[in-house]
């Protein structure tokens, strides 16, 4: 009987809403300290025009990469008070890091968080790229206003209970390069063509 449900006791359900239907902030304080990390990232789809004016630095509100890198590292360490039942982390680590890719007319954003504690930080991670992708639209939607930000998502977590999960739909980042990049990744900390023309786009 593969076809029916389980029983409504086995069946997972949402740890953020109590037995009641209320909301409610899941209690980690018997859960031990791990060490985690999570990665996420998205894209904004621009026109030909916006990405170079991106690429060049000719925006006229300046360096769009640097301010939306860091806009997303602002927001991701503010993710507790912007998603109302996400837990204060004390985060380790947080990076963003942007790159132009010109075939798709893109920017491929990239968000890793880590910590110490008995939560995780995918929340965090997700907020640093949506930040960091809304920033980009605002900077530069003088020039495009269509341009779209999409595939927010999540593509990795280590740490706690659940230990690893990677998502199963794309290769991990490493010699086949990031999805749909088209490309040999572009190594942490740089820019690809905005910093180097040589350089394969993300």
Do not use: F
């Not at 997972?12 to 037995?19: A, C, E, G, I, S």
């Not at 890198?69 to 008070?81: C, I, N």
Request: aromatic share 0%; with cysteine; hydrophobic share 40%.
């Amino acid at each position: 009987m593969g076809g029916q449900p389980a029983p409504r006791s086995e069946r997972r359900r949402l740890t953020h809403v109590d037995r009641a239907g209320r909301p409610r902030m899941v209690d980690v304080s018997a859960k031990p300290p791990t060490a985690r990390h999570a990665v996420a990232e998205a894209e904004i789809v621009l026109t030909q025009e916006a990405l170079s004016l991106i690429i060049d630095g000719g925006g006229a509100k300046g360096d769009v990469l640097t301010v939306a890198e860091l806009a997303g590292v602002m927001g991701g360490k503010r993710t507790a008070e912007l998603i109302p039942l996400c837990h204060p982390v004390a985060l380790t680590n947080l990076t963003v890091e942007i790159s132009p890719d010109r075939r798709s007319s893109a920017l491929r954003i990239r968000a890793r968080a880590a910590t110490v504690g008995p939560t995780g930080v995918e929340m965090e991670a997700l907020t640093a790229v949506s930040i960091a992708a809304l920033t980009v639209y605002d900077m530069v939607k003088a020039v495009d206003r269509g341009a779209e930000i999409r595939g927010v998502r999540v593509v990795e977590k280590a740490g706690g209970r659940s230990g690893e999960w990677h998502r199963q739909d794309e290769p991990r980042v490493g010699p086949a390069g990031p999805p749909g990049g088209g490309g040999a990744p572009v190594p942490p900390g740089t820019r690809g063509p905005r910093r180097s023309a040589a350089r394969p786009p993300r």
